[in-house]
């Protein structure tokens, strides 16, 4: 099976900060990648799907990167609706995988 | 508009099974593939297995084979997901989500917090 490892776990942020997630495949999954935004008690959200198409209505401040095995989510200028937990996942056509998460917190 | 209504929370004893549905509207039901996705309190998300709402195939992942079945209606547009023989880390909240493309999800249901417990 292949796993999806984020990182880090947590990070800590000011709202104008660049932020960065890695995420990375434990084989070559080419851009069979999605990441998607969590806020307590909803449910998650999709931003970025084969690893860097922006999903309709999300802002630009978000972009994607990545093939292979390593991935990154970008948040270009953090706003205070960015603060909640990110979450990767790999995809094809037999199996989706997600990552642990990554929780963007204030600094 | 694309929506997902699932039904009410469950509270379920160990060893039983539950039945939770996830109904569809706003887009032809049978052209995309339903998911079942859970996350307990605190922790991340658990993908479970896909159903064709149009052939009914399904995929489940290894870690619930022999333990889930996704069915579904195309009559009234609706997902079901059973999960038997339960135990108390079952206790989360099951979505039910819509795939695109070759697997990501674009909708999600506002989820159904199942509790397992004596």
């Known amino acids: 099976d292949i796993q999806m490892t984020q990182s880090p776990s947590t990070l800590s942020a000011s709202v104008g900060d660049r932020v960065t997630i890695t995420c990375r495949a434990s084989q070559n999954i080419n851009s069979w990648l999605a990441w998607y935004q969590q806020k307590p008690g909803k449910a998650p959200k999709v931003l970025i799907y084969t690893a860097s198409r922006l999903e309709s209505g999300v802002p630009s401040r978000f972009s994607g990167s990545g093939s292979g095995t390593e991935f990154t989510l970008t948040i270009s200028s953090l706003q205070p609706d960015d603060f909640a937990t990110y979450y990767c996942?790999?995809?094809?056509?037999?199996?989706?995988?997600f990552g642990q998460g990554t929780k963007v917190e204030i600094k | 508009q694309v929506q997902l209504v699932q039904s009410g929370a469950e509270v379920n004893k160990p060893g039983a099974s539950v039945k939770v549905s996830c109904k569809a509207s706003?887009?032809?039901?049978?052209?995309?593939?339903i998911n079942w996705v859970r996350q307990a309190t605190g922790q991340g998300l658990e993908w479970m297995g896909w159903m064709s709402p149009h052939s009914g195939n399904t995929g489940y992942a290894e870690k619930f084979q022999g333990r889930v079945t996704m069915t579904r209606n195309t009559s009234i547009n609706t997902a079901y997901m059973e999960l038997i023989s339960l135990r108390s880390e079952d206790t989360a909240v099951y979505y039910c989500v819509r795939g695109r493309g070759v697997g990501w999800f674009d909708s999600w249901g506002q989820g159904t917090l199942v509790t397992v417990s004596a």
């Open positions: 996942q790999h995809y094809d056509t037999f199996s989706r995988t």
């Open positions: 706003g887009y032809t039901f049978t052209t995309n593939e």
